[in-house]
């Protein structure tokens, strides 16, 4: 079964960086687009950035591009988000999802944290 | 950039009653990447909904979505306690854009 594990979530000071990762199994993750989505608290969901299957293309959100970066490891089924120069408005629960005309799979997501 | 504008923002209802959910862009949407999706509290979003109108593995038939260009609707027929949640409906368009609108609260009255 179709299976999105997010890690590297955690507590950091505005200016820091941090890197998520999403761990994919029980598919063929090479064949398809992935993307990043965020929700702050009691808030809605914001798309963050996505990047196709071979990492041709990638595309952000214009509140974090230039500060996140969006890749991905075929070989390893992993994706990752490096965050730099975070922000507190930042701070969000981040999914992974994958991409097939919609966001059909999600994972459970981590929670990102930025504090003085 | 396309805003999705759902209502109402938070609809009351009872079991067994029909709900119907509005998400209308503020310019046309290609239907084939116009979806619905449901949150529960503390849990990851889940798609209902793809291409406007086709249900995503395992989602009940009591789920349906209807719409074109601006105007979208998800429905659902008889209200079961579950399905008391958050519902988004989402965009994918130009430029690799995706477009999430502000969601709709369905509450048990």
């Known amino acids: 079964q179709v299976q999105l594990v997010e890690s590297g979530g955690g507590l950091v000071k505005p200016g820091g960086s941090l890197r998520l990762s999403c761990a994919a199994s029980g598919f063929t993750f090479s064949d398809y687009y992935m993307s990043w989505i965020r929700q702050a608290p009691g808030k809605g969901l914001e798309w963050v950035s996505d990047i196709t299957s071979s990492s041709a293309y990638t595309n952000y959100a214009d509140s974090v591009k230039g500060r996140f970066t969006i890749s991905r490891d075929n070989a390893k089924n992993s994706l990752y988000l490096q965050m730099n120069s975070l922000r507190v408005e930042d701070t969000a629960v981040y999914y992974c999802?994958?991409?097939?005309?919609?966001?059909?799979?999600w994972g459970q997501g981590t929670r990102v944290t930025v504090s003085s | 950039e396309i805003v999705l504008t759902q209502s109402p923002g938070t609809l009351s209802l009872s079991p067994g009653e029909r709900a119907t959910l509005s998400c209308r862009a503020s310019?046309?949407?290609?239907?084939?990447?116009l979806a619905w999706y449901q949150q529960k509290p503390g849990q990851a979003p889940r798609l209902l909904i793809y291409?406007?109108?086709s249900r995503a593995t395992g989602i009940p038939d009591r789920f349906s979505g209807s719409g074109s260009g601006t105007d979208f609707t998800l429905t659902i027929s008889r209200l079961e306690p579950d399905d008391f949640a958050v519902y988004y409906c989402q965009q994918f368009g130009s430029s690799s854009l995706y477009t999430f609108g502000q969601g709709t609260k369905l509450e048990i009255k």
């Open positions: 291409g406007a109108s």
């Open positions: 999802a994958r991409f097939y005309g919609a966001l059909d799979y």
């Open positions: 310019q046309s949407v290609s239907s084939t990447y």
